[in-house]
């Protein structure tokens, strides 16, 4: 009796979690079609229909309500976000606004395979820089993308710290004259 009672309980909580965990990959999912569709004026009816949810559900993605909880367990709420996630994913694939969002993976470079980052089931998205690769190619853990930006950097730092260093090793009294000059104009 208890034994089975544990096994009920531990099967709903299963099933809690589950259902949590599809309403929470479904925001993602919104999320970053939200901010593709911010910039789209031909998504304004659609980002209208986004609205028909509390905002909170595809932006701020760690808060949830206790009606958001309560419309999880009922499987209330997972169904409705997939509905606004099939809608959202439609007008990507038939708008050349959106289109020209997406992403070539730098790995593999397959121009015929655009990708999104609401594509959670084949890409992974670099937190640090935001760009789209897909998941089977993005295994090494390091971004090119964030590569790049970080060697840019490390040589403009490197340029700035050469160029400090060669006036600093101009002629003195250049650098004495133009010291008076400027007492001079003060
Ligand atoms: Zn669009
Ligand atoms: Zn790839
Ligand atoms: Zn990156």
Known sequence: MILSSTAGHKQSLYRKVKLLNQVRLLRVQLC????????????????DSFDTVPGHLTEDLHL????DLTATRKGELGPRLAE??????????RCMLCQAKGFIC??????????FPFELHKCRTCEECKAC???????????????RLQARREALARQSL?????????????????????????
């Not at 949830?64 to 009606?67: D, E, K, R």
């Not at 690769?133 to 590569?147: D, I, L, N, Q």
């Not at 400090?164 to 400027?182: F, G, H, I, Q, R």
């Open 133 to 147: 690769y897909h998941k089977a190619c993005f295994k090494s853990g390091s971004c090119p993308r964030c590569e």
């Open 84 to 93: 606004l996630t099939r809608a959202g994913a439609a007008h990507v694939e």
């Open 162 to 186: 050469e160029s400090y260093l060669s006036d600093y090793e101009e002629e003195p009294a250049e650098a004495l004259a133009l010291k008076a000059a400027v007492l001079e104009a003060t």
């Open 32 to 47: 970053h079609m939200k901010n593709m569709f911010k910039t789209c004026r031909l998504a304004k009816e659609l980002l």
């Open 106 to 115: 730098e790995f593999c470079q397959n121009e015929d395979d655009i990708i």
């Open 64 to 67: 949830y309500s206790l009606n």
